[in-house]
Protein backbone atom coordinates (compact mmCIF):
# COMPACT_ATOMS: atom_id res chain seq x y z
CA UNK A 1 0.00 0.00 0.00
CA UNK A 2 1.31 3.53 -0.97
CA UNK A 3 2.08 5.90 2.11
CA UNK A 4 -0.51 8.31 0.39
CA UNK A 5 -3.24 5.31 0.57
CA UNK A 6 -2.09 3.90 3.92
CA UNK A 7 -2.62 7.28 5.31
CA UNK A 8 -6.59 7.40 3.83
CA UNK A 9 -7.02 4.12 5.82
CA UNK A 10 -6.47 5.67 9.12
CA UNK A 11 -8.31 8.86 8.86
CA UNK A 12 -11.08 8.08 6.71
CA UNK A 13 -11.11 4.04 8.14
CA UNK A 14 -12.95 2.35 10.88
CA UNK A 15 -10.38 0.18 11.95
CA UNK A 16 -8.97 0.93 15.13
CA UNK A 17 -5.45 1.04 14.67
CA UNK A 18 -3.98 2.97 17.25
CA UNK A 19 -0.49 5.28 16.02
CA UNK A 20 2.08 4.21 19.63
CA UNK A 21 5.07 6.06 19.46
CA UNK A 22 8.62 5.05 19.85
CA UNK A 23 7.62 4.85 23.54
CA UNK A 24 4.27 2.44 22.92
CA UNK A 25 2.10 5.41 23.47
CA UNK A 26 -0.78 7.28 22.89
CA UNK A 27 -1.24 10.99 24.30
CA UNK A 28 -4.99 10.73 26.17
CA UNK A 29 -6.88 14.18 26.92
CA UNK A 30 -9.65 13.77 29.79
CA UNK A 31 -12.22 16.31 29.68
CA UNK A 32 -15.29 16.36 31.71
CA UNK A 33 -18.38 15.23 30.15
CA UNK A 34 -20.35 17.87 32.69
CA UNK A 35 -18.29 20.57 31.85
CA UNK A 36 -16.32 20.04 28.88
CA UNK A 37 -13.08 21.77 30.85
CA UNK A 38 -9.85 20.09 30.43
CA UNK A 39 -9.09 17.51 33.56
CA UNK A 40 -5.96 15.95 32.60
CA UNK A 41 -3.52 14.99 30.24
CA UNK A 42 -1.86 12.05 30.07
CA UNK A 43 -0.54 8.28 28.62
CA UNK A 44 -1.77 4.90 27.28
CA UNK A 45 -0.21 2.02 26.06
CA UNK A 46 -2.16 -0.60 24.59
CA UNK A 47 -3.08 -2.74 27.49
CA UNK A 48 -4.05 1.03 28.92
CA UNK A 49 -5.93 1.78 25.95
CA UNK A 50 -7.86 -2.20 25.92
CA UNK A 51 -8.35 -2.08 29.99
CA UNK A 52 -10.22 1.69 29.45
CA UNK A 53 -12.25 -0.13 26.27
CA UNK A 54 -13.11 -2.91 27.80
CA UNK A 55 -14.14 -1.65 31.46
CA UNK A 56 -15.49 1.69 31.41
CA UNK A 57 -12.74 3.04 33.80
CA UNK A 58 -9.40 4.91 32.68
CA UNK A 59 -6.38 3.42 32.73
CA UNK A 60 -3.16 5.08 32.11
CA UNK A 61 0.66 4.45 31.88
CA UNK A 62 2.78 6.40 34.08
CA UNK A 63 5.91 7.66 32.45
CA UNK A 64 7.62 8.36 35.32
CA UNK A 65 6.96 4.95 36.71
CA UNK A 66 7.29 3.13 33.82
CA UNK A 67 3.65 1.27 35.26
CA UNK A 68 0.06 0.58 33.97
CA UNK A 69 -2.25 2.47 36.44
CA UNK A 70 -6.05 2.88 37.21
CA UNK A 71 -6.87 6.04 37.39
CA UNK A 72 -8.12 6.93 41.04
CA UNK A 73 -6.70 3.44 42.28
CA UNK A 74 -5.03 5.36 45.26
CA UNK A 75 -6.92 8.37 45.83
CA UNK A 76 -10.38 7.48 44.67
CA UNK A 77 -10.58 9.60 42.20
CA UNK A 78 -11.68 7.57 39.62
CA UNK A 79 -12.88 8.59 35.95
CA UNK A 80 -15.93 6.88 33.98
CA UNK A 81 -15.84 6.97 30.52
CA UNK A 82 -18.97 8.71 28.86
CA UNK A 83 -17.46 8.83 25.48
CA UNK A 84 -14.07 8.06 23.87
CA UNK A 85 -12.75 9.01 20.47
CA UNK A 86 -9.89 8.61 18.24
CA UNK A 87 -8.06 11.43 16.12
CA UNK A 88 -7.41 11.58 12.40
CA UNK A 89 -4.33 10.14 12.12
CA UNK A 90 -4.92 7.76 15.49
CA UNK A 91 -2.05 9.18 17.71
CA UNK A 92 -4.34 11.04 20.36
CA UNK A 93 -7.02 9.78 22.55
CA UNK A 94 -10.29 12.13 23.70
CA UNK A 95 -12.25 10.47 26.79
CA UNK A 96 -14.67 12.39 28.14
CA UNK A 97 -14.82 11.13 31.60
CA UNK A 98 -17.46 11.14 34.68
CA UNK A 99 -14.87 12.61 37.19
CA UNK A 100 -14.84 11.53 40.85
CA UNK A 101 -13.42 14.23 43.26
CA UNK A 102 -10.34 15.68 41.85
CA UNK A 103 -8.28 14.48 38.50
CA UNK A 104 -4.90 16.30 39.45
CA UNK A 105 -2.84 14.87 41.77
CA UNK A 106 -2.07 18.24 43.55
CA UNK A 107 -5.72 18.37 44.60
CA UNK A 108 -7.33 20.26 42.05
CA UNK A 109 -10.33 18.96 39.73
CA UNK A 110 -8.29 19.90 36.80
CA UNK A 111 -4.37 19.76 36.26
CA UNK A 112 -5.14 23.02 34.29
CA UNK A 113 -5.22 25.22 37.44
CA UNK A 114 -3.13 28.31 35.94
CA UNK A 115 -3.73 30.72 33.52
CA UNK A 116 -0.75 31.87 31.29
CA UNK A 117 -0.41 35.81 30.45
CA UNK A 118 1.90 37.92 28.29
CA UNK A 119 3.61 41.09 29.37
CA UNK A 120 6.58 43.14 28.80
CA UNK A 121 8.89 40.93 31.24
CA UNK A 122 7.59 37.41 29.53
CA UNK A 123 4.70 34.78 30.53
CA UNK A 124 3.51 34.96 33.84
CA UNK A 125 1.13 32.39 35.52
CA UNK A 126 -2.27 33.13 37.20
CA UNK A 127 -4.19 30.84 39.63
CA UNK A 128 -7.63 30.23 38.43
CA UNK A 129 -10.01 27.64 39.63
CA UNK A 130 -7.07 26.23 42.27
CA UNK A 131 -8.87 25.46 44.72
CA UNK A 132 -8.22 21.96 46.49
CA UNK A 133 -10.66 19.47 46.55
CA UNK A 134 -8.65 17.41 49.07
CA UNK A 135 -5.30 17.35 50.66
CA UNK A 136 -2.80 15.57 48.53
CA UNK A 137 -0.19 14.96 51.96
CA UNK A 138 -3.42 13.04 53.53
CA UNK A 139 -4.70 10.84 50.07
CA UNK A 140 -1.36 10.08 48.97
CA UNK A 141 0.99 8.43 51.23
CA UNK A 142 3.79 10.66 50.47
CA UNK B 1 16.95 22.56 45.59
CA UNK B 2 15.84 19.10 46.07
CA UNK B 3 13.85 17.16 43.65
CA UNK B 4 10.59 17.48 46.26
CA UNK B 5 11.36 21.46 46.65
CA UNK B 6 11.98 21.75 42.49
CA UNK B 7 8.62 20.58 41.88
CA UNK B 8 6.59 21.70 44.69
CA UNK B 9 8.19 25.33 42.28
CA UNK B 10 6.72 23.66 39.53
CA UNK B 11 3.24 23.12 40.69
CA UNK B 12 2.95 25.40 42.86
CA UNK B 13 4.59 28.19 41.52
CA UNK B 14 3.92 31.20 39.24
CA UNK B 15 6.93 31.39 37.06
CA UNK B 16 5.99 29.97 33.47
CA UNK B 17 8.83 27.19 32.96
CA UNK B 18 7.51 24.71 30.11
CA UNK B 19 8.38 21.77 31.10
CA UNK B 20 9.94 20.75 27.07
CA UNK B 21 10.53 16.67 26.30
CA UNK B 22 13.35 15.41 24.83
CA UNK B 23 12.66 16.51 21.09
CA UNK B 24 11.81 20.45 23.03
CA UNK B 25 8.57 20.10 22.78
CA UNK B 26 4.63 20.24 25.17
CA UNK B 27 1.95 18.73 24.07
CA UNK B 28 -0.79 20.90 23.06
CA UNK B 29 -4.78 20.64 23.34
CA UNK B 30 -6.97 22.77 21.43
CA UNK B 31 -10.51 23.08 22.65
CA UNK B 32 -13.78 24.77 21.03
CA UNK B 33 -14.39 27.96 23.41
CA UNK B 34 -17.87 27.78 22.55
CA UNK B 35 -19.07 24.28 22.60
CA UNK B 36 -15.59 22.70 24.53
CA UNK B 37 -15.24 20.15 22.38
CA UNK B 38 -11.02 19.46 21.89
CA UNK B 39 -10.27 20.28 18.24
CA UNK B 40 -7.01 18.99 17.71
CA UNK B 41 -3.65 17.59 20.08
CA UNK B 42 -0.49 19.25 18.81
CA UNK B 43 2.83 20.22 19.82
CA UNK B 44 4.74 23.61 20.21
CA UNK B 45 8.63 24.45 20.98
CA UNK B 46 9.69 27.51 22.67
CA UNK B 47 9.12 29.74 19.52
CA UNK B 48 5.59 28.23 18.81
CA UNK B 49 4.99 28.71 22.39
CA UNK B 50 6.49 32.24 22.28
CA UNK B 51 4.49 33.47 18.97
CA UNK B 52 1.39 31.87 20.74
CA UNK B 53 1.32 34.15 23.44
CA UNK B 54 2.11 37.47 22.00
CA UNK B 55 -0.07 37.70 19.04
CA UNK B 56 -3.07 35.27 20.35
CA UNK B 57 -2.87 33.43 17.46
CA UNK B 58 -2.15 29.73 17.83
CA UNK B 59 1.31 28.38 16.50
CA UNK B 60 2.34 25.02 16.42
CA UNK B 61 5.74 23.03 15.95
CA UNK B 62 4.79 20.00 13.53
CA UNK B 63 6.63 17.16 13.78
CA UNK B 64 6.41 15.27 10.87
CA UNK B 65 7.64 18.63 8.52
CA UNK B 66 9.87 19.35 11.59
CA UNK B 67 8.68 23.36 11.33
CA UNK B 68 7.08 25.86 13.06
CA UNK B 69 3.76 26.93 11.35
CA UNK B 70 0.78 28.79 12.44
CA UNK B 71 -2.88 27.08 12.24
CA UNK B 72 -4.90 27.90 9.31
CA UNK B 73 -1.58 29.70 7.23
CA UNK B 74 -2.53 27.18 4.25
CA UNK B 75 -5.79 27.00 4.83
CA UNK B 76 -7.05 30.07 6.24
CA UNK B 77 -8.83 28.52 9.21
CA UNK B 78 -7.19 30.07 12.08
CA UNK B 79 -7.58 29.68 15.41
CA UNK B 80 -8.02 32.59 17.81
CA UNK B 81 -6.84 31.92 21.39
CA UNK B 82 -9.20 32.83 24.33
CA UNK B 83 -7.75 31.58 26.83
CA UNK B 84 -3.86 29.54 27.48
CA UNK B 85 -3.73 27.52 30.35
CA UNK B 86 -0.52 25.12 31.62
CA UNK B 87 -1.07 21.63 33.57
CA UNK B 88 0.47 21.18 36.92
CA UNK B 89 4.06 19.34 35.92
CA UNK B 90 4.16 21.99 32.85
CA UNK B 91 4.23 19.84 29.78
CA UNK B 92 1.12 20.49 28.16
CA UNK B 93 -0.97 23.42 27.38
CA UNK B 94 -4.73 23.82 26.71
CA UNK B 95 -5.65 26.95 24.93
CA UNK B 96 -9.41 27.56 24.51
CA UNK B 97 -9.75 29.24 20.67
CA UNK B 98 -11.98 30.57 18.63
CA UNK B 99 -11.49 28.47 15.53
CA UNK B 100 -12.28 29.48 11.79
CA UNK B 101 -13.70 27.14 10.00
CA UNK B 102 -12.43 23.38 10.06
CA UNK B 103 -9.41 22.65 12.72
CA UNK B 104 -8.88 19.23 11.45
CA UNK B 105 -6.92 18.61 7.99
CA UNK B 106 -9.45 15.86 6.66
CA UNK B 107 -11.83 19.06 6.78
CA UNK B 108 -13.48 18.06 9.79
CA UNK B 109 -14.15 20.79 12.04
CA UNK B 110 -12.54 18.69 14.75
CA UNK B 111 -9.81 15.86 14.40
CA UNK B 112 -11.86 13.74 16.72
CA UNK B 113 -14.47 12.75 14.47
CA UNK B 114 -14.83 8.86 15.20
CA UNK B 115 -16.31 7.12 18.29
CA UNK B 116 -14.30 4.08 19.94
CA UNK B 117 -16.61 0.81 20.92
CA UNK B 118 -15.36 -2.00 22.45
CA UNK B 119 -17.22 -5.73 21.47
CA UNK B 120 -16.75 -9.11 21.47
CA UNK B 121 -14.64 -9.06 17.89
CA UNK B 122 -12.12 -6.19 19.23
CA UNK B 123 -12.81 -2.52 19.59
CA UNK B 124 -14.08 -0.50 16.17
CA UNK B 125 -14.44 3.12 15.10
CA UNK B 126 -17.50 4.73 13.78
CA UNK B 127 -17.98 8.30 12.65
CA UNK B 128 -19.64 10.66 14.60
CA UNK B 129 -19.51 14.64 14.00
CA UNK B 130 -17.83 13.31 10.98
CA UNK B 131 -18.99 16.11 8.01
CA UNK B 132 -16.88 17.59 6.02
CA UNK B 133 -16.66 21.48 6.11
CA UNK B 134 -14.73 21.72 2.76
CA UNK B 135 -12.61 19.77 0.88
CA UNK B 136 -9.03 19.07 1.27
CA UNK B 137 -7.67 18.51 -1.90
CA UNK B 138 -8.92 21.64 -2.64
CA UNK B 139 -7.44 23.73 0.22
CA UNK B 140 -4.21 22.00 -0.06
CA UNK B 141 -1.95 21.28 -2.77
CA UNK B 142 -1.71 17.54 -2.08
Known sequence: MSTSAHNHAIEE???FQPKF???GLVTCVATDAA??????????????LRKTIASGDAW?????RQALW????????????????MDCDQDAVWIRVEQTG??????????????IDGGEGGAKLS???????????????T
Open 13 to 15: GLA
Open 21 to 23: DAS
Open 35 to 48: TGDVLMVAHMNDEA
Open 60 to 64: YFSRS
Open 70 to 85: RKGESSGHTQRVVEMR
Open 102 to 115: AACHTGRRSCFYRK
Open 127 to 141: FVDADKMFDPKKVYR
